[in-house]
């Protein structure tokens, strides 16, 4: 087979499955729990969801497996942003699907949800899942952001596994997706279509997380892979002692990413976004937050440093979100037109001027021009400004910089500040899964395969008890309505799966706070290094900082 040397490896390792699951197909039994009620508005989603409300929490154990003999076509979608691991929840699913009836039968719909309703699909076959065993993205279908929402989406769906004998669909994705995938199940169930509906966590974001879900798929890695950069940058910056760096990294509107990165490195400056706007911090309150740690570490000679930068954080910033609904609403419709007519910056500057707020006005004046016009010129379909291209790093190095000029003024500041900005998203999804994602998502797959198989519909996969070695977590499934509650969408009260904020009493960021003063000002960076994939377990199969403290570990 071809690949690198590491492919060539990782090829042949063999996740490690829950306890339960070791012992072969034959020896997975069900234990059926007490009945759920979604976390909040109950009476709403239950009327919402007549045919799968309500259903019991199920664990697998070891015993004799009495699911029915059935002949299974499953198909399977990679939904959203790429996360490591997603191909070995396929490869999990698949495994457990040849060895219950080698004439079962795996569908791969290719390009996301887009590919069921467009009927493209791959069947999968040994030789062709065998190339992308324990590797990163999700290149083995493809994935996609369309969403499954509408009735007339859902009846093409049913007709496309009516077309093959669909018995199950599986559908990996985040919150909206998995959102998605409960009310497929139950348009399914209602249409008495006997397609079944399985949905898997995954984002690297680690925001769909609850009190059933302790992670989300990719997370892991993707924040080890960062963590690795970020150590390799605070060990450059620890050598040559003459750059502020400013990175910022993925994770949309949560901060979690930024988190368990600052956990993993001890950067000097960590933003929190949720902390930023619990505290309705302004740019200014920002900017001199970390302009303090540069002028005290500049005070002992250290004109260098390391901030982490949240991808959303600007949405958190009240007065910044105020200004981006101004905007919105200074070149709705039309007005985009006459904006984008002006020959230059200077007239369309006179133009934002006129028509913003005095106070949206000022805090407009006070960003760089780049950013100025980035506000402007990166626009989505709706005409909307895009905060997730705003270069937040930049943003800030800057605001950074007017602050010490001005300390310089005062006499306070003697330092040198020369910053270098670094964003990391990309780099992070798609690499290597750790041994944590390769055998979580394994036994994801294999999980979604025996909930199948049980006859379960609108659950997700559920694995638990992630902080252990594998042998003692926990696998069986969990219906997805457990934990929506009904939330403002679009004008349009939706049942949704709640996104979970980083908590701001949580035992993380607890952590961090009582930490961070003493970063800020010293030098007590971590170097976490690469993610290693053979060698002793404790440096091999640890999974995340966030999850240990979540756990008190
Ligand atoms: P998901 O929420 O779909 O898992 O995607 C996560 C993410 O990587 C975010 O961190 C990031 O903001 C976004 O996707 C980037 O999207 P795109 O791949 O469309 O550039």
């Known amino acids: 087979m071809n690949g690198s040397p590491l492919q060539k ?8 499955l829950p306890g339960m699951l070791r012992n072969g197909i034959s020896e997975i039994s069900v234990k059926v729990g007490n009945p759920t009620q979604s976390v909040a508005d109950q009476d709403k989603i239950k009327d919402l969801f007549p045919n799968t409300y309500g259903k019991e929490e199920i664990t697998f154990e070891k015993g004799k497996n009495t699911s029915a003999a059935k002949k299974q076509v499953v198909g399977v979608i990679l939904s959203g942003g790429q996360a490591p691991g997603g191909h070995n929840v396929v490869c999990g699913l698949y495994d457990a699907l040849k060895a ?8 791969g719909f290719k390009n996301g949800p887009s590919g069921l309703l467009e009927d493209d699909h791959i069947v999968f076959d040994d030789a062709y899942i065998n190339k992308f065993r324990n590797t990163g993205g999700f290149d083995i279908i493809g994935s996609g952001r369309t969403k499954l929402e509408t009735e ?8 496309v596994c009516r077309k093959h004998g669909i018995t199950a669909v599986v559908i990996i994705g985040g919150d909206d997706s998995n959102t998605n995938a409960a009310v497929l199940a139950e ?7 006997g397609v079944q509906v399985i949905g898997c966590p995954k984002t690297i974001d680690g925001d769909l997380k609850n009190e059933d879900i302790e992670c989300s798929f990719g997370f892991d890695t993707a924040t080890k892979t960062y963590s690795e950069l970020i150590g390799n940058i605070e060990r450059d910056a620890n050598s040559a002692k003459k750059y502020w760096h400013f990175v910022k990294v993925m994770g949309r509107s949560a901060s979690h990413v930024a988190l368990e990165c600052a956990l993993e490195t001890q950067p000097n400056i960590c933003l929190i976004s949720e902390e930023v706007a619990a505290k309705k911090m302004s740019l200014s309150q920002i900017a001199d937050y970390i302009a303090d740690s540069v002028e005290k570490r500049a005070a002992k000679g250290m004109n260098f440093g390391v901030a982490i930068i949240p991808e959303g954080v600007v949405e958190f910033v009240p007065e910044f979100s105020v200004l981006i609904k101004e905007i919105n609403e200074l070149l709705a419709g039309s007005k ?3 904006f984008n007519a002006l020959p230059n910056w200077k007239e369309k500057y006179a133009f934002i001027e006129k028509g913003l707020s005095a106070e949206s006005m000022a805090v407009f004046a006070i960003l760089p021009e780049g950013i100025q016009q980035q506000l402007f010129l990166e626009r989505d379909p709706h005409g909307n400004v895009q905060v997730s291209l705003i270069e937040s790093e930049k943003l800030f190095s800057a605001l950074v910089k007017d602050k010490l000029a001005a300390r310089k003024k005062a006499g306070t500041y003697k330092g040198k500040f020369s910053p270098l900005h670094h964003f ?13 994602d390769a055998d979580y998502c394994y036994s994801l797959g294999y999980n979604a395969f025996m ?3 049980y006859g379960y519909t609108g659950y997700l996969s559920k694995v638990s008890n992630l902080s252990k070695p594998a042998d003692e977590w926990v696998a069986g499934g969990m219906p997805i309505t457990k934990m929506m509650n009904i939330e403002r969408r679009h004008g349009e009260d939706k049942p949704v799966i709640r996104k979970a904020l980083v908590e701001l009493d949580g035992k993380p960021f607890k952590y961090f706070e009582e930490h961070r003063d003493g970063w800020a000002v010293e030098t007590d960076y971590t170097y976490p290094g690469a993610i290693q994939y053979f060698g002793p377990s404790e440096v091999c199969d640890i999974t995340t900082r966030t999850l240990a403290l979540e756990k008190g570990e």
């Open 9 to 16: 490896v990782r090829y042949e390792y063999l996740p490690k």
């Open 100 to 107: 219950t009836d080698k004439d079962n039968v795996l569908l």
């Open 152 to 159: 007339e989406q859902f009846a093409v769906a049913a007709e």
């Open 187 to 193: 348009y399914f169930a209602a249409h008495n279509t």
């Open 336 to 338: 985009a037109d006459a």
């Open 424 to 436: 990391f998203g990309y780099e992070g999804r798609c690499a290597f899964p750790s041994n944590f």
């Open 451 to 453: 909930l199948i198989q």
